[in-house]
């Protein structure tokens, strides 16, 4: 479960080696953009300073490269030499990287649908992404159900509700394999969150009457509210 594998600082150690949806959530079209705000709605109601590489308010992903011509990272580069020393698997090895690398998390910043993304006029150091014409922020400003206008609500959210900065956090449902639930609470005032870090139906029990919540915000246009959550469905209420 994600409280016996302290799932937060796993996520936190290993989220410089690939992009935040690529790596915790689900980058293929039909996921992308609900996972990645799945990811900022965790993010922005747990303990401590949240932080994000540039590129994971657009839910940005990992770069798609297929050849080690495409990484800069000597990290990697050491490493595809040295399998090729010993005569590794160089094709397991590139199947590795294209998840693992940290060059996924330092292609350039994608602005536009113009030529490098808008990021330079010259030639970048590492390949833009090639997906930057569909992801980008220019288009994702002008949707207000974009995983940056989401981004920017938490934000805020968080800011408003000073409950996730300092309030008590109380983990539900431990167990469960699935879902991830749990409530802020400071000064009388209490938040449930629950997450499914899924891409099926998932339910999470977590003891409280449904009917006496109040739902504030969620990545569905229609939220749960009987603690049967859809793909990575995520949802905050406010105990009344």
Do not use: C
């Not at 980058?27 to 949240?50: A, H, I, V, Y």
């Not at 030499?81 to 698997?89: A, F, T």
């Not at 294209?98 to 292609?107: I, L, V």
């Amino acid at each position: 479960t994600f409280a016996e594998k302290g799932w937060l600082s796993i996520f936190l150690a290993n989220h410089d080696q690939a992009r935040l949806v690529s790596r915790f959530g689900n980058d293929s079209p039909q996921f992308r953009e609900l996972s990645s705000k799945m990811l900022t709605t965790f993010l922005m109601t747990m303990r401590g300073t949240p932080y994000y590489y540039n590129g994971d308010e657009l839910g940005m992903t990992n770069a798609g490269f297929n050849k080690i011509e495409d990484y800069r990272d000597v990290q990697t580069l050491n490493e595809y030499q040295h399998q090729k020393n010993i005569g590794g698997d160089l094709q397991k090895f590139m199947k590795h990287i294209e998840f693992e690398s940290r060059d996924n998390g330092r292609t350039p910043f994608q602005w536009n649908s113009t030529t490098n993304a808008g990021f330079t006029t010259g030639t970048p150091w590492i390949q833009v992404n090639k997906n930057y014409k569909t992801i980008n922020a220019a288009e994702e400003e002008k949707d207000p159900n974009s995983v940056l206008n989401y981004f920017r609500k938490i934000v805020k959210f968080r800011k408003d509700n000073l409950v996730l900065v300092y309030g008590k956090y109380t983990l539900l449902d431990k167990e469960n394999p699935d879902t991830y639930s749990y409530t802020r609470e400071l000064n009388r005032k209490k938040l449930l969150v629950m997450l499914n870090f899924t891409s099926k139906n998932a339910t999470t029990h977590t003891g409280i009457n449904m009917s006496k919540t109040n739902m504030l915000i969620g990545n569905y246009e229609h939220p749960s509210d009987n603690g049967t959550l859809r793909p990575y469905e995520a949802v905050i209420f406010e105990l009344k």
